[in-house]
């Protein structure tokens, strides 16, 4: 027979059942406990003691537990670990209730709607997203629970997985009947994808979902934020906002509008590419620092570092919004002491976005409140130096900036300068702000003063010299007499306590004021939270104001930052255009010159789409000898090493940099929007991923064959080196004959394969580059210096020398390279490669290297393998052998 419960296990057992999937964490008294199965698992993920609980009766149950103020670092061990923990708090004060403490559960905490400051990091967002499947499209919703951003879309399912790449959610809540792994395209958890939190079907109800949305901003209808009613994108973005209900059980006023994203309105990257390019992240330990966002990050607040990673991971593509980015940043970059006046406050400044988001919530701390004041202290300086700026965005800011004075007078004029971490012990509200509270604590601070003369007093009476008060929870004041004194003790003492060397005694006197103290004590504690909680609601009434400041300060820091980058590295104002061209002078790549010894990063010029601005209206191409350098293929050959990857990297790179409204590393620079940016590695060049399939290269190929257009920029590096040679060579040739000839984009082609290079004969818009390497007898250097032409091809034969392989190898393999080359070289000196048709002209099947077919081999075509035994297999392949080796003698 199962033992009954207690009273409090009981509401154990009740809250746990309301809060399934959950670890709960149940404060009693100064601990959070865990039981049964939480125990068990917090005892192994957060390394606590297992007790047990009732340890003598017949069902003991399991128990761990840790002291209360140790919750966030716990916390954020078992988010970290994938638990959810539901947080289960005594919601009345122990000594005011009567029976047991009500406890409830005062919040869900979960990867994706984590608000706590100690729990996040500062500098990058922490979404959820929540996805909504469709008859044909997806509807998706992402939300910053920390900062009250709240996106939507309605997308292709096809693209959900580059949507989720670029947004980088921590948690995607999904229908529960989808939840299954493999059921949508999702990343998995430890390949960096989000964690997956299946919810009921009737969460993602479309009327349910539009009726809590208008009902949470007030609105009739969702038209005002730019969203159709019957949009999927409403369900996911209702069902979000339910979980997040669900889980913060909080106020949530600090979520005030819906952002309607449009994907055409910003360049398209792939996750491959965001990968490859190294974008936010590097691929090979997926840390912020060495990526192109943590190499140009010279923000001064977590706000600004957070947008400048949404502006790199969502480049735009409207030239008017470029330009007054761009505008931004110029007058920054020539106004030095503005810039450094701007960022000097700035560094003054905390994060607004997660404190006001706090306050709304009602779980801000007092030191919250004083950091908010502090900041908006600095706005009306801030404020005074935007005042009469040339760039439009910078007047727009300066507009938007709300100084918000009545905040900061409340919070400055009720809370102390320094205040402590929590209300509860007091000291938090400042002298003079209520005169109530003001009587109380001079009651408290009257009889303290009155013990502390209470006890010179007493050790004048009783000739104790060293007589003191102390005090402790248990039996509050009392005299502490030591041994050697203990004969001294008057009558009216009354012991309380008996130590090894002390004894403790309590007078009927010293209690009468104890009691007046802890009275007063009490009441001007309670006093001090009733103020406080006033003026936490009085402040939340203006989350919206807060709000649009701070995202105005995000941006004056992200321009001032872009800035400084800009100056302190060199960098250029790109020429951004509508032409579908690139043309960079002395460009740099962004990340390795910073990381290099100045001035050791070698310039280079990319020249694209400069030779013809007209599309080509698909004709036969026909081989022109020169004059195509500025064409918009580019091929680059060199040896392994030379900088090829370096060069094509940097010319993706410097887009995107435009198109966030960045100044570029170069002297001069002329970039056309362009629509999406691909980047590819051949598979060897991504071993670490431990996926290097050639079929991965070739379905990441395929992606861009299909849907890039001519207004892309496409970089291939050493596509077709997963697999064969001559198939690698082929594949590659016939790519970028289709990139020029039906895609016709700006396209750079790096490639060891030198075969490569006779594709300029038949591609009228595309030319020959190559890393220039100097020789000298016994060396040969890397110049990293990319010049026009193609390379030249002994290097292998060159470095195998040089690294002491016999000179008669050596020799023998040159002549074996010319031997090759003369292959498919015809007299004319032309390439063999037959010229390709487009796609007017009947297709017909090409191949690319031709040998004279082996007899032996059409009798092996001719075998029926499936029907042999394994016997009669092994005799056919020795009869084979047999006839070769017989052929050779
Ligand atoms: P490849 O792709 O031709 O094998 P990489 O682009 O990977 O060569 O470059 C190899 C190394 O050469 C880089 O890690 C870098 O250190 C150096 N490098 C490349 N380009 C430059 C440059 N322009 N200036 C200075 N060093 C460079
Ligand atoms: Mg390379």
Known sequence: MAAKLSPMMERYKEVKAENPGAMLLFRMGDFYELFYEDAQNAARVLGLTLTSRDKNSENP?????????????????LIQNGFRAAICDQVEDPKKAKGMVRREVTRVVTPGTLTDDQLLDPRESNFIASVAPAKETLGL??????TGRFLVAEIEPALLQDELARIRPAECIVPDEVAGAGQLPVPRPDLGGPVLTGRPAWCFSKEESRRLLTEHFGTKTL??????????????????????????????????????????????????????????????????????????????????????????????????????????????????????????????????QRLTSRVATGRCT????????????????????LTQRRAARLVTL?????????VQHAIAQTIVDEPPVTVADGGVIRPGFSEQLDELRELAQGGKQWIASYQAKESERTGIPNLKIGFNKVFGYYLEVTAAHWSKVPEDYIRKQTLKNQERYITPELKEYEDKVLRAEDQSKALEQEIYAQLRTEVAEHVTRLLNTADALAEVDVFAGLASLAAAAGYCRPEVTEEAVLDIREGRHPVLDRLMPAGEFVPNDVRLGLDALTVDQGEPSTASAAGHENGRVQIITGPNMA???????????????AQMGSFVP??????????????????????????????????????????????????????????????????AWSITEFLH?????????????????????????????????????????????????????????????????????????????????????TDEGKSSVPKRETRRQQKRQLSLFEFPEDPLLDEIRQLNVDEMSPRQAMDELYRLRQELSERKA
């Open 61 to 77: 149950i399991p128990m761990a537990g840790f002291p209360y103020h140790q919750l966030d670092n716990y916390l954020q061990k």
């Open 141 to 146: 919703a992402w939300l910053e629970v920390s």
């Open 223 to 352: 038209e005002g934020f730019d969203i159709e009613d019957d949009s999927p994108a409403v369900t996911a973005a209702g069902a979000l906002l339910e979980y997040i209900r669900d889980t913060q059980r909080a106020a949530l006023g600090h979520i005030g509008r819906l952002e309607s994203y449009r994907r055409s309105r910003h360049m398209t990257i792939d996750e491959a590419t965001r990968r490859s390019l190294e974008l936010t992240h590097t691929m090979r330990d997926g840390q912020r620092q060495q990526s192109l966002l943590g190499t140009i990050d010279e923000t001064c607040t977590p706000m600004g570092a957070r947008l400048l990673a949404d502006w790199l991971s969502s480049p735009l593509m409207n030239l008017k919004q470029i330009e007054d980015r761009l505008d931004a940043v110029q007058e920054l970059v020539s106004e030095l002491s503005l810039r450094d006046d701007l960022r000097e406050a700035l560094k003054g400044m905390y994060d607004l």
């Open 366 to 385: 007092p030191r919250d409140l004083t950091c908010l004041s502090s900041t908006l202290g600095q706005l009306p300086r801030m404020k005074a130096q």
């Open 398 to 406: 300066e507009q938007r900036i709300d100084l918000c004075g009545q």
């Open 643 to 657: 900088g090829k990857s370096t060069y094509i990297r940097q010319a993706a790179l410097l887009t995107v940099m």
């Open 666 to 731: 170069a002297s001069e620079a002329r970039i056309g929007i362009a629509d999406r940016v691909f980047a590819r590695v051949g598979a060897s060049d991504e071993l670490g991923k431990g996926q290097s399939t050639f079929m991965v290269e070739m379905t990441e190929t395929a992606r861009i064959l299909n849907s890039a257009t001519a207004r892309s920029v496409v970089i291939l590096d050493e596509i077709g080196r997963g697999t064969s040679t001559y198939d690698g060579i082929s594949l």
């Open 741 to 825: 000839d039906e895609t016709q984009c700006r396209t750079m082609f790096a490639t060891h394969y030198h075969e490569l290079t006779d594709l300029t004969q038949t591609l009228r818009h595309a030319s020959n580059w190559h890393v220039a390497v100097q020789e000298n007898n016994d060396d040969v250097i890397f110049l990293h210096r990319v010049i026009e032409g193609a390379a030249g091809r002994s290097y292998g034969i060159h470095v195998a020398r040089l690294a002491g392989v016999p000179r008669s190898v050596t020799e023998r393999a040159t002549k074996i390279l010319e031997a090759l080359e003369n292959q498919h070289v």
